[in-house]
């Protein structure tokens, strides 16, 4: 008698078993365990999103009053730049892009959108102008953070307020 007169199971079978036994989602005993899945999440897609992510930006990082960042060369510094304080143009673009300093056209619109809504009008209407604008008003001794949120929430609903 050989040992190939061992009746075994099909093949079909033996490979469903062993597929529901290393199943990343199963146990051992078969039964379901939820995976963790991390999504990256979307960018903004509309000045009123923009607005709103740059205003959650400046909010947990806080308001930076000078250049866009505190310290852009890293000589001090070696925290992420998307992770420190910024400016309000820089908060925008962090919001569009992930970075402060990276420029887009829906980042640029964005900060048109707020320097055209400021109380003064802007000297010029290129992009240069606007986002000195909104620099300048970041800028203005005494203004804080929560000032800053406060405008960027404001414009961000105020199409949803106005309906």
């Not at 930076?64 to 998307?82: E, L, V």
């Not at 910024?86 to 962090?94: G, L, N, Q, T, Y």
């Not at 209407?125 to 005494?142: I, K, P, Q, T």
Request: with cysteine; glycine share 4%.
């Amino acid at each position: 008698m050989t040992t190939n007169s061992i009746p075994r199971p099909p093949l079909a079978a033996q490979r469903r078993d062993c597929e529901r036994l290393t199943s990343p989602s199963n146990l051992p005993a078969g039964d379901r365990r939820p995976a963790l899945v991390l999504l990256a999440s979307p960018r903004p897609t509309t000045v009123p999103a923009v607005l709103l992510a740059a205003a959650r930006i400046l909010q947990v990082n806080g308001l930076w009053q000078g250049d866009f960042i505190p310290d852009p060369m890293d000589r001090k510094m070696t925290s992420p730049h998307a992770s420190r304080p910024m400016s309000i143009v820089a908060a925008i673009r962090c919001a569009v892009a992930g970075d402060p300093h990276r420029e887009s056209q829906l980042a640029d619109t964005a900060i048109g959108y707020v320097a055209l809504s400021l109380d003064d009008e802007p000297a010029w209407a290129d992009a240069f102008s606007l986002r000195a604008h909104v620099d300048n008003w970041g800028d203005e001794l005494g203004r804080s953070a929560d000032a800053a949120v406060a405008l960027l929430e404001r414009l961000a609903t105020t199409s949803e307020r106005a309906a």
